[in-house]
């Protein structure tokens, strides 16, 4: 899906086809990871994971500004800022004599000949990126609520949606960092992540909304000194002028 929406012209289509790829190396990090038979092996999935982690929330940010046509606001000195936090995570889990600043303390259990990982406890700088992180997410998710009302009915409920997807990953990994339920172990995330994958792309990419450009349509009706009401094929109102 990544793949192919790098080939679409429409806005912010080359962003989310990035965004999908990490998304999708977090998938295959985590697959790797759970048919671990060592902890060499184990650690090294891990970091592609981590790798994937750290991208999608700035990554999903930058979409966002695409997607609603603030790419302009994408000063050269705002990227930076936005990939600091990731970036100096991942070097701290990275580094050995650094990773106990992020994680530490893996704890593993052997399912059928494979090593999979149960629990880990927190360094002080995960708890920071954590927040950042979910900032970013809140910040991007704002952005596209403001750009929902610009749209059809219809499709506002669509982008809705995406920024309901959003909070799915934030619940699953704040139930695993803050051990809520004590008897869950493993990589909670591996929900989170695929159900709002799963959301964000049939959103975006099978229901075609990177095509749609609403802004121009709402400028137009905006404009019209008549009113104007718009109805679906049910005479539901769908859309009208103020």
């Known amino acids: 899906m990544g793949i192919m929406a790098l080939t679409i012209k429409a806005r912010g289509a080359r962003m989310f086809g990035v965004l999908m790829c990490a998304i999708a190396l977090w998938g295959f990090a985590v697959a790797g990871q759970m048919l671990a038979t060592?902890?060499?092996m184990s650690r090294r999935w891990g970091i592609a994971m981590m790798l994937a982690i750290?991208?999608?929330p700035p990554l999903y940010?930058?979409?966002v500004h695409y997607f609603t046509g603030r790419e302009k606001m994408l000063y050269w000195w705002k990227l930076p800022l936005v990939f600091l936090n990731p970036i100096t995570a991942f070097v701290l889990y990275v580094i050995p004599s650094t990773q106990h600043l992020m994680m530490s303390e893996f704890y593993y259990d052997t399912v059928a000949?494979?090593?999979?990982?149960?629990?880990f406890?927190?360094?002080p700088y995960y708890l920071f990126y954590l927040s950042m992180a979910i900032l970013t997410t809140l910040i991007a998710d704002v952005m596209?609520?403001?750009h929902a009302f610009q749209w059809p009915i219809r499709d506002r409920k669509k982008l809705f949606a995406v920024i309901f997807a959003t909070f799915i990953p934030i619940a699953t990994n704040l139930i695993q960092v803050t051990r809520?339920?004590?008897n869950l172990h493993g990589n909670l995330d591996v929900f989170g992540f695929s159900i709002a994958g799963i959301i964000v792309g049939f959103v975006f990419f099978f229901d075609k909304i990177l095509g749609l450009q609403p802004v121009a349509g709402r400028q137009l009706m905006e404009e019209l000194p008549d009113p104007l009401l718009v109805f679906?094929?049910?005479w539901t109102l769908v859309e009208w002028n103020p």
Do not use: C
């Not at 000949?113 to 629990?119: Q, W």
């Open 38 to 40: 060592t902890i060499t």
């Open 54 to 56: 750290v991208l999608v």
């Open 61 to 63: 940010l930058l979409f």
């Open 113 to 119: 000949g494979y090593l999979v990982m149960v629990g």
């Open 121 to 123: 406890s927190i360094g």
């Open 144 to 146: 596209i609520l403001q």
């Open 180 to 182: 809520i339920f004590p």
């Open 232 to 234: 679906d094929k049910d």
